[in-house]
C-alpha cells in the first residue's frame, strides 16, 4: 500500500512537472510582449521586460522559474499591480468552491436519492421520468442548462438574482442573498452529476435487490423498508461513491463556462481573464494549481477505492 | 377408469426427417444484421436515428428556401442581404435588417413567429426614443421643459402624464391618460403623443400590451414591438430572425449544424486512427517494456486537466497556424487556421481513452479459446487480426465513436463560449449559442434557436449511441 502511494506520488510530480513546462512552453509561442499594445514607449518596455527577466533566454527563464516553483515561488502578475500570483489565486479559491461545493452536494443527494427511488418503483411512471431526467441532463451541455436557467428563472420569473453577488454589509447585500445567487450556478453544475448519478445508483440498487441475500432478509420476516434501508441502499452506494471522484473533475471543469456565466470571480475567471491579458507568471500558476488538484483528487479517489471496498486491492500488477 | 376411445381417422403420422431434428430454422445473421435487428426494436434509438439523418438532410436542404438577395442569389451565413427598398430605389441599410425576430408566413397568423417581441420600456423611451438630434436633445432640461416638448412635437411631456388606458390600433390607437397632480383623465390620440424622432414614430409598428409601476414609482409599459413594421420591411420574412449584423439565423444555423457535426467527424476520426494504432501495438506488445512506458505515458497525459491545456493551447494559435502553413507550404484563412487549431486542440487528449481500451481488448482477446482454435487451424495473423479480432473490438468503437461526437460538439461550444472557438462570422452552434447568450435578455430568440438544436442534436445522438450500444453488445445492457 505504501509503495502504491509513493508509485503514485512520483508519478503526480512526473505530471505536474511536465503540465508546467508545457504551458509555459507553449506561453512562450504566443508572438510579441505582454507589453505590446498598452501605452508604453519602447525604452519603458525594455524595462519593464528587464524588470521580470523577460529578456533573459527562454532556457534561463525557464530553470528561473521551475527554481521559483519548487521553492513555491510562482512569480507576480505583471498586469495586476505586481500582485504575488499565490495571493492572487488564494483570493479566489472561495469563490470557486463555493458554488463547486454546493454543487457536489445538491448533485449527490439529488442524484442518489432519485436513483434508488427509480430502482425501487421500477418501471413505474416516476421510474420511466427520472430515466428522461438523466438521459437529458447528460445530453445537455451544461452553460446551455445555465442559459435557460438563467432566462426563465431570473429574466422572466424574476425568482432569482441574474449574477453571482458576494456577501457585502456596506452594499446591503447578507448571506441570504448570496446563497440565493449561488443556487442556479450550483444547480447548473450539478445537473450533470445528478444525471450519471442517478442512472448509476438506478442499476446498483437493482443489481443488489435481485441478490440472494436481499431475498433472505425478506423471508426472515424484515419489512421492505427494512430490507432497502439497512441491507439494500449501503451496498448499492458502493460502487456509486467511487463515481463521485469523476463527478468532481467535471464540476471543476464545468464551473470554468459557468463563473463567467454567473460573474462568479473564481479562477477560471481570472485565468480566462490573464489567458487574454498575456499575463504569463499568472496563467501558468492558475494552470498549475488546476493540475495539482486535478492529480490530487484523482489520487484520494484511487486510495479511497481501496477503503471503501476492500475487494479492490491496490498493490497493483493484476487488472 | 375411465377411458375414452379416440378414432384413429382423427390422426395423422408426422412423417420423420431424419437427421434434421436440430436444423437451425431460421435464417443465420450475420454481425451486423443481429445488430440492426436489435436497434429496431429500440425505438428510443430508431427515432433518434431518423432524427439525426432528418437533421443532417435539412442542414443542407434549409438554406435554399432562406432569404435572396436582391438578385436572386441566396444569402451565404457571412453575408447581409442585399436588398432594394422599393420606396426610395436605395440599398437597405444594415441597422434596418439586423436584430428582427423570427418571422414564419403562415405561422405568424396564429400568433407565433409573427416577428413581434415584448419590450419593457419607459414613456420616455416609447416617446421620445434616444435617438434625438443633438439640438433637441439639448433641450431636454427641466428648465426648457416647454421648447423641448414644442420640439418633439407631442402634446405633453412623457414625464408628467400616466397612462390609465388605450384603444384603438395604429393611427387610430387613442391613449387615456392622466396629467401628474390632476385628477381627471383626458384621451388623446396616440398620434398626439407620439414624437417624429421616436423609433416608433411609425404607429402600427407596436401595441400596448400593460402597464406596471416599478419600485421606484415608474411606469414602465410593455409593448409589443412589430420590428418587421418598425423599420419598414414588412415584406420580409426570416424564419429563425436576424443577428446584431443583419445576418440570417436560418441560414447560420444550417451551417452551424454542418460545422459542428464537421467538428465531431473530425475530431473523432483523428482520435480513432491515433488511439487504435497506439492501443494497437501497446496490445500487441503487451506485457513487455514497450507496453508498460506506452501505458504510462497515456497515464500522465491522462492526468493533465484537459481543458486547462486546452485553454491555453488555444490562446496561443498564431505561431501555430504559421507553422503547418510553413510545413505545407500553404495560405491559410483566419477561419480555416482557428478551425485547425480547434480539432488539434480537441484531439490532444481524446485518443487516450480509445487506446486504452483498444490495448485492454487486445490483451483480453488475445489468449481466448477461438484465437487458439484459428491459430491450431493455421489462420494467419492477419486474418486472426481481422476476422476474428477485430470483430470483436468494432463493436465497442463504434459505440464509443458515437457517444464522442455530441462531447466534441460540447467541447467547441464551450470553447466558442469563452471566446476561444471560431471567429464571429464563421458559424457553428458554439459560436451562435455564445452570441445568443449575450444578448439573451434583449433578443432571446438568438439563445433559443442554436439551444433548441444544440439539444435536439445532443439528444438525439446520446439516445441513438445508448442503442447502439444495447444492440452491438448485448452483454452491456444497462437495466
Redesign the interface.
Known amino acids: 500500500m505504501f509503495k502504491y502511494i509513493l508509485k503514485r506520488i512520483g508519478y503526480m510530480i512526473i505530471t505536474l512537472f511536465l503540465v508546467l513546462t508545457v504551458n509555459f512552453l507553449l506561453l512562450q509561442l504566443i508572438p510579441g510582449s505582454p507589453f505590446d499594445g498598452e501605452k508604453v514607449t519602447e525604452a519603458q518596455k525594455i524595462i519593464l521586460e528587464q524588470k521580470y527577466g523577460l529578456d533573459d533566454p527562454i532556457p534561463v527563464q525557464y530553470i528561473r522559474y521551475m527554481k521559483g516553483v519548487v521553492q513555491g515561488d510562482f512569480g507576480v502578475s505583471f498586469k495586476l499591480q505586481n500582485q504575488e500570483v499565490s495571493d492572487l489565486v488564494l483570493t479566489r479559491i472561495p469563490y470557486t468552491i463555493k458554488p463547486g461545493a454546493l454543487a457536489l452536494l445538491i448533485g449527490v443527494v439529488v442524484g442518489i436519492l432519485f436513483g434508488a427511488i427509480a430502482a425501487m418503483k421500477r418501471n413505474s411512471w416516476a421510474d420511466h421520468t427520472i430515466t428522461i431526467i438523466s438521459v437529458l441532463g447528460v445530453s445537455i451541455p451544461s452553460f446551455v442548462l445555465a442559459a435557460f436557467l438563467q432566462y426563465f428563472i431570473c429574466s422572466k420569473l424574476g425568482w432569482l438574482p441574474l449574477l453571482y453577488q458576494p456577501k457585502d454589509t456596506v452594499r446591503g447585500i447578507s448571506a441570504m442573498d448570496e446563497f440565493k445567487s449561488l443556487i442556479l450556478p450550483s444547480i447548473s453544475l450539478a445537473v450533470p452529476v445528478i444525471a450519471s448519478l442517478m442512472r448509476y445508483m438506478r442499476s446498483e440498487l437493482i443489481e443488489v435487490l435481485n441478490t440472494d441475500y436481499i431475498l433472505l432478509a425478506r423471508a426472515k420476516g424484515l419489512t421492505r423498508t427494512q430490507v432497502i434501508f439497512h441491507h439494500a441502499l449501503r451496498n448499492a452506494l458502493i460502487p456509486v461513491i467511487t463515481v463521485v471522484g469523476p463527478m468532481v473533475v467535471s464540476i471543476m471543469t464545468g464551473s470554468l463556462v459557468i463563473e463567467q456565466f454567473f460573474g462568479v470571480p473564481g479562477l477560471s475567471k481570472l485565468m480566462l481573464n490573464s489567458v487574454t491579458m498575456n499575463d504569463q507568471f499568472l496563467t501558468l500558476g492558475i494552470a498549475f494549481f488546476y493540475a495539482v488538484l486535478y492529480v490530487v483528487v484523482i489520487l484520494v479517489i484511487d486510495l479511497l477505492y481501496g477503503v471503501i471496498d476492500p475487494r479492490i486491492r491496490l498493490t497493483g500488477g493484476a487488472k | 377408469m375411465i377411458s375414452k376411445k379416440f378414432d384413429p381417422s382423427l390422426f395423422e403420422l408426422e412423417p420423420t426427417h431424419h437427421g434434421q431434428g436440430d436444423e437451425i430454422k431460421t435464417e443465420s445473421l450475420t454481425f451486423w444484421q443481429d445488430a440492426w435487428r436489435r436497434l429496431r426494436k429500440n425505438k428510443a434509438a430508431l427515432i433518434s436515428m431518423y432524427a439525426i439523418l432528418l437533421l443532417v438532410i435539412c442542414s443542407f436542404l434549409a438554406p435554399l428556401v432562406g432569404p435572396k438577395h436582391e438578385n436572386g442569389e441566396r444569402v451565404k451565413y457571412n453575408q447581409t442581404p442585399i436588398l432594394i427598398d422599393t420606396e426610395t430605389g436605395k440599398q437597405i441599410e444594415k441597422s434596418r435588417l439586423s436584430y428582427l425576430p423570427p418571422r414564419v408566413k403562415g405561422l405568424e397568423k396564429l400568433g407565433i413567429f409573427d416577428g413581434t417581441s415584448t419590450k419593457k420600456m419607459t414613456t420616455f423611451e416609447l416617446f421620445v426614443g434616444s435617438s434625438l438630434p443633438d439640438e433637441v436633445s439639448a433641450l431636454n432640461t427641466p428648465l426648457k421643459k416647454a421648447e423641448f416638448v414644442k420640439a418633439l412635437g407631442v402634446k405633453y411631456h412623457p414625464n408628467d402624464y400616466e397612462i390609465i388606458s388605450w384603444s384603438g390600433k395604429g393611427e387610430d390607437m387613442k391613449i387615456t391618460i392622466q396629467l401628474r397632480g390632476s385628477s381627471s383623465t383626458e384621451d388623446v390620440p396616440a398620434s398626439e403623443l407620439m414624437s417624429k424622432y421616436s423609433d416608433y414614430a411609425n404607429l402600427d409598428s407596436f401595441e400596448l400590451d400593460q402597464t406596471e409601476t416599478d419600485n421606484q414609482g415608474i411606469q414602465m409599459l410593455k409593448v409589443k414591438v412589430n420590428a418587421y413594421v418598425q423599420k419598414g420591411v414588412e415584406h420580409l420574412y426570416f424564419y429563425f430572425g436576424t443577428d446584431e449584423l443583419g445576418f440570417d439565423v436560418w441560414t447560420r444555423l444550417w451551417t452551424g449544424v454542418q460545422v459542428s457535426l464537421l467538428i465531431g467527424f473530425l475530431s473523432l476520426i483523428i482520435d480513432f486512427t491515433l488511439g487504435i494504432l497506439y492501443g494497437s501495438i501497446a496490445g500487441f506488445y503487451g506485457g513487455t517494456v514497450i507496453d508498460n512506458v506506452m501505458m504510462?505515458i497515456t497515464?500522465?497525459l491522462g492526468?493533465?486537466?484537459?481543458?486547462?491545456?486546452l485553454?491555453?493551447?488555444s490562446?496561443?494559435k498564431?505561431?501555430?497556424i504559421q507553422g503547418i502553413e510553413n510545413l505545407f507550404n500553404i495560405h491559410l484563412s483566419n477561419v480555416a487556421g482557428a478551425f485547425i487549431i480547434l480539432i488539434v486542440a480537441m484531439s490532444l487528449t481524446g485518443w487516450i481513452s480509445v487506446a486504452r481500451v483498444v490495448r485492454?481488448q487486445y490483451l483480453k482477446l488475445k489468449d481466448q479459446e477461438f484465437v487458439m482454435a484459428a491459430t491450431t487451424l493455421g489462420a494467419s495473423s492477419p486474418r486472426i487480426i481481422f476476422k476474428h479480432l477485430f470483430p470483436n473490438i468494432i463493436g465497442q468503437l463504434v459505440v464509443m465513436a458515437t457517444f464522442s461526437i455530441?462531447s466534441a460538439i460540447?467541447t467547441e461550444?464551450?470553447l466558442s463560449?469563452?471566446?476561444l472557438g471560431l471567429p464571429i462570422p464563421m458559424s457553428s452552434l458554439g459560436v451562435l449559442?455564445s452570441d445568443?447568450?449575450s444578448k439573451?435578455?434583449s433578443y432571446?430568440y438568438l439563445?433559443m434557436v442554436p439551444?433548441f438544436f444544440?439539444?435536439y442534436l445532443?439528444?438525439a445522438i446520446?439516445?441513438f449511441a445508448?442503442g447502439l450500444r444495447d444492440a452491438l453488445d448485448p452483454r452491456l445492457r444497462?437495466?
Request: hydrophobic share 60%; charged share 10%.
Open positions: 504510462r497515464e500522465i492526468s493533465i486537466p484537459t481543458t486547462v491545456i485553454i491555453i493551447f490562446s496561443v498564431k505561431p501555430f485492454a455530441p460540447a461550444a464551450m463560449f469563452i471566446g449559442l445568443g447568450t439573451m435578455l432571446v439563445m439551444a444544440m439539444v445532443m439528444l446520446n439516445l445508448n444497462g437495466e
